[in-house]
C-alpha cells in the first residue's frame, strides 16, 4: 500500500511539472553589439518542448553563424523542471538596430525584442585593427578592357578562418585571379600592420557607368573576458570588414577602330610564324606547317581573334585546333593563341602567300596599331613521281607556203600566152609536192604515237608489272610504314592509269571507292602528323585486295578486246 502511494504521488509531481505551460526568455550577449562584429542570441524555452524552432524569419536580418542546443534538468522540492536553450552566433546584416518578431517555439510564443546596435566610437578604420583598402585602374576603361582590382586587408592581430568576397559588379563583367596572394609587413600611421594584397582583372562586356561593390572580409577574432557561453574567460568573435565601392565610366569602342576588325584592347600584341622545314621548299604532295602565334598583354586568350588566313588554289590546307594559353608573369596577364596549318602544294612552282595583319587597341597610348607578318613565298617542287612540266604533244613539222621558191626568170609574154601556162604549170606541181609532204608527215606521226600507245598499253597490261606493284604496297602494309606505303601506291597508280597520272594520295582517293578511300585518306593524314607517325598498314591492305577482287569481276581479262585504230608494224 506504501509502495502504490509513493507511485502515485510521483506520477502526480511528474504531471504538474509537465502540465505547467513553456515560457520563452531572450537573451543577448553582448548586450549593445557592435556593428560588423557577431553576437550570440540565446532562446531559452522552460517546460517541455516537443518541436525546435525555425529560425527562417531571422535571417533578413542576421546572417547565421552557428548555432547548439543546450538541455538541463532539475529536481527542486519536489518539483520537476526542464529547461532548452537554441543559442545563436549571429552578425548584423545592416548598422541599424535590430527588432527580433515573435517566434514560436512548440507551443509558446516568444516576445518581440529589440537589439540596440553599437557603431564604432572611431571613425578611423586604422584604430579598429582591421580594415580594408581598394583601388582599381584604369576608372575609365574601354568595354572589354582588363580592369586590375586591389584588395588590401590591413590587421594588427591573428585572424582564423578569414574569407574575402570576390569583386561583384552591377553590369556584365568578366573576373578572375591575378597572380597569388602577398603577405607584405608595412606601416600605417607609425604601426605596424601585416597587410594581405589580393588582385583581380575585370573586363568589362558593357559600356556605361559601372560599380564594383564594396569588398567584405569576414575572419575569427580570439577575444579574452568572462562569458556566460565560454565559461574558460576565452571567446572567439566573427568580425566582418566592409570595403567602399568604386565607380568606373566604361567606354565604347572607339570610331577610329575598323569596324570589319575583332575589338581587341591590349597593351600589347605580337606576331610570329615559324615554318617546318624552315627553307620555305616542298615537294608536290608534301606537307609542309606554319606555325602562327598571337602574344598579347592584359587580355585573354579567349579574346584573341581566329582570323582567317588566304592561301591560292594551288595549296590545299589542313588546320589544326588553335591552342590556348594564359599565364601570369610579373603581375601581367598573358595570353598566347597558337595556330597550326599543314600546307600541300598542288602544282610546281612559287606560290605567294599573301601577308598577315592583325588590328589591335593599344590601351597604354590609345591608339590604333596594326601587327603584321609579311607575305611570303613557297617554292612548290615536282614530287619524286611528278613530271618537271606537263608532256606536250610533238608538232608536225610543216613548211609555209610562203617559203617556197617559185623560179625567178622573167615571165615571157608572147601572143599565145605560152609563158603564163609555164608559170601556172610550176606553182601546181609546188602545191602538189607540198600536200604529199605534209600527208606523209601525218601518217609517220600517227604511226610513232601508236606505237607510243601500245607500248604503254602493252606497260599496263604486263601482269608482271603489275603484280611487282602490288606486292609493294603489301610489303609496305605489313611493315607498318606509311612513306613506303604511299609510294608503292603512287607506282601501283602510275601502272594503272599512265595516261592520267594522280598527283597524291587524294587523286588517287577519288578514282577508287569504299572502303579503299578511306583507307587512303586515314593514310594521308597520317602523313601530314607533325610527330612520328603511327599507322596500322592492315586497313589500307584488306581495302586494297577487296578493290583488286571486284576489280576482276568488273573489268575483262587483258587483251580479250581488239585494239582500235592500231596501225600494223611495217
Known sequence: MVIRCLYFFFALSFSAGYAEAAEVDIRVEPELPAVGESFRI????????????????????????GRNRQTSIQWINGKYTRATTWVLEVIAKTQSDLVIPALTIGKSTSPPQTIRMRNSTSTDPDEEGLFLEVDATPRNPYVQQQV????????????????????RLNKDAIVRPLGEDRHLSMEKNGKAYEV???????????SGDTEIAPATVTAQVVTRGFS?????????????????????????????????????????????????????????????????????????????????MEFPYTLKTYPDQPQLKDSTSNGTLTAIREKKIALIPTLAGPIELTPIELPWWNTTTDTLEIARLPGQ???????????????????????????????????????????????????WIAVISVSGWVCTAWCLWRRSSGAAANSI??????????????????????????????????????????????????????????????????????????????????????AFAQHLINREHREPPAGELPRLFRFAPE
Request: proline share 9%; with cysteine.
Open 377 to 427: 613565298t613557297l617554292s612548290a617542287a615536282p614530287g619524286a613521281n611528278e613530271p618537271a612540266t606537263m608532256p606536250q604533244t610533238p608538232a608536225l613539222s610543216s613548211v609555209p607556203i610562203a617559203s617556197i621558191e617559185l623560179p625567178n626568170k622573167p615571165l615571157l609574154v608572147d601572143e599565145s600566152g605560152s609563158g603564163i601556162l609555164r608559170w601556172r604549170g610550176w606553182f
Open 457 to 542: 598499253e602493252d606497260k599496263v597490261l604486263n601482269p608482271a608489272s603489275m603484280h611487282q606493284a602490288q606486292s609493294r604496297v603489301s610489303a609496305a602494309c605489313r611493315a607498318n610504314d606509311p612513306r613506303s606505303a604511299r609510294t608503292a601506291v603512287l607506282s601501283w597508280a602510275e601502272l594503272k592509269w599512265p595516261t592520267e597520272r594522280p598527283h597524291g594520295l587524294n587523286s588517287i582517293a577519288a578514282r577508287v571507292t569504299e572502303p579503299l578511300t578511306g583507307a587512303l585518306s586515314d593514310l594521308n593524314r597520317t602523313l601530314y602528323q607533325q610527330k612520328s607517325p603511327t599507322w596500322n598498314g592492315e586497313i589500307l591492305s584488306s
Open 196 to 206: 594581405i594584397e589580393r588582385r583581380f582583372v575585370i573586363f568589362p562586356q558593357v
Open 148 to 167: 586590375t582590382y586591389t584588395i588590401r586587408l590591413w590587421r594588427r592581430f591573428e585572424l582564423s578562418n578569414a574569407s574575402l568576397s570576390e569583386p
Open 42 to 65: 540565446a532562446f531559452t524555452v522552460r517546460g517541455e518542448v516537443n518541436t525546435a524552432p525555425e529560425f527562417a524569419e531571422l535571417e533578413p536580418l542576421v546572417e547565421i553563424l
Open 228 to 308: 556566460l557561453f565560454d565559461m574558460f574567460g576565452q571567446s572567439v568573435k566573427t568580425r566582418r570588414v566592409t570595403s567602399t565601392a568604386i565607380a568606373l565610366a566604361v567606354r565604347p569602342i572607339p570610331a577610329a577602330f575598323p569596324s570589319h576588325a575583332n575589338w581587341l584592347p591590349a597593351s600589347k600584341v605580337r606576331l610570329n610564324e615559324v615554318w617546318e622545314p624552315p627553307t620555305l621548299t616542298a615537294s608536290i604532295g608534301e606537307p609542309v606547317t606554319r606555325t602562327v602565334t598571337i602574344w598579347a598583354e592584359s587580355i585573354t586568350s579567349a579574346q584573341l581573334p581566329d582570323f582567317a
